[in-house]
C-alpha cells in the first residue's frame, strides 16, 4: 500500500519537475531584443518535401547581440530556410548573401516589451496550473489510500509534504518569471 503511494507521489514530483521544465523551453522562444539560437527551435523547415528542424539542416550562431547566423549545410536548402523563417511569423525579416541567412533582430518597443512581458507571466500561470493539477492528483491517492487503512497522521505528514513541493516549485515559477520579465522589460 505505501508503496503504490511512494510512487504516486514521485509521478506528481516528476510532473511538477515536467512542468518547471516546459516553462524554461517556452520562454527561451519568446525573444528580449537580444539573437539568440534558441529563438529558432522548434522550427521547421520544409527540406526535401519533408518537415526537418533547422537544427538538422543548418549551424545557427550569433555574429553579434543583435544577429543570428544561420549556415545551411547545403546550399540548395537556403530558400527552405528563408521560408521558413517567414512562415513562422516571428517579426523579424532574414536576408540571404549567398553563403548564409543572417536575421538582424530589430529593437523592441515599449509596447511589444509590454506584450511579451504579458506572454511571460501567461507561460507562468500555465506552468502553475499544471503544478497544482499534479498536487490534486496526489492529494487524490492520499486520501484513497487513507480510506483503505493508510494511518490518517501519516497521510496528513504526506499532504504537507505535496503541499511544501507546491510550494517550492511556485517559487521557482515566480522567480523564473521574475527573470524573463526582467529581461524582457530591460532596454
Do not use: C
Request: charged share 30%; hydrophobic share 35%.
Amino acid at each position: 500500500m505505501d508503496e503504490l503511494l511512494s510512487e504516486q507521489l514521485e509521478e506528481a514530483k516528476m510532473l511538477m519537475d515536467e512542468a518547471i521544465d516546459h516553462l524554461d523551453r517556452e520562454l527561451l522562444k519568446i525573444r528580449t531584443g537580444k539573437a539568440s539560437p534558441a529563438m529558432l527551435n522548434g522550427l521547421l523547415v520544409s527540406y526535401y518535401g519533408a518537415k526537418t528542424p533547422i537544427q538538422q539542416v543548418a549551424s545557427i550562431g550569433t555574429a553579434d547581440s543583435r544577429t543570428l547566423t544561420i549556415k545551411p549545410f547545403d546550399k540548395s536548402a537556403m530558400g527552405d530556410i528563408e521560408r521558413a523563417i517567414f512562415e513562422a511569423n516571428l517579426g523579424v525579416t532574414p536576408m540571404n548573401d549567398g553563403e548564409m541567412v543572417r536575421i538582424s533582430i530589430p529593437p523592441l518597443t515599449t509596447e511589444r516589451r509590454k506584450s511579451l512581458a504579458k506572454q511571460v507571466k501567461a507561460e507562468g500561470e500555465t506552468a502553475k496550473i499544471s503544478i497544482r493539477n499534479a498536487r490534486q492528483d496526489a492529494m487524490k491517492a492520499i486520501k484513497d489510500e487513507v480510506k483503505n487503512g493508510f494511518p490518517e497522521d501519516a497521510g496528513k505528514r504526506k499532504e504537507e509534504q505535496v503541499q511544501g513541493w507546491v510550494n517550492t516549485y511556485n517559487k521557482k515559477v515566480d522567480d523564473i518569471v521574475a527573470s524573463k520579465e526582467e529581461d524582457v522589460m530591460t532596454l
